[in-house]
């Protein structure tokens, strides 16, 4: 399994929109779909969103209506748009694809 990367994390503002992307060779293609969770300084990892092979889209109630799940399938890549982040957004970003966690991208949303 190739461990995906996650560039697209960084400071920003609060109300400031970022978008993160999750990249792999053959990701899109996967059965098993990508999610993408977050973990806050000391508190545990939460699910943040998927998308699955269908693309079929869920979300978190604290990111509904905030974010968006997409995939490009040409460049073998799924996207999280964040629009008005809030500073509770902060955190690091990671996607989760068959298993195999990326390795995470902070995101820091200043009040």
């Known amino acids: 399994q190739v461990q995906p990367v996650e560039p697209g994390g960084g400071l920003v503002q609060a109300g400031s929109s970022l978008r993160l992307s999750c990249t792999a060779p053959?990701?899109?293609?996967?059965?098993?779909?990508v999610a993408w969770f977050r973990q806050a300084s000391g508190k545990q990892r939460e699910w943040v969103s998927f998308?699955?092979?269908?693309?079929?889209?869920v979300y978190a109630d604290s990111v509904r209506d905030r974010f968006t799940i997409s995939k490009d399938k040409a460049k073998d890549t799924v996207y999280l748009q964040m629009n008005n982040l809030k500073p509770e957004d902060t955190g690091i970003y990671s996607c989760?694809?068959?298993?195999?966690w990326g390795q995470g991208t902070q995101v820091t949303v200043s009040s």
């Open positions: 998308i699955g092979s269908d693309d079929r889209t």
């Open positions: 989760y694809v068959c298993n195999v």
């Open positions: 053959g990701l899109t293609s996967k059965v098993c779909g």
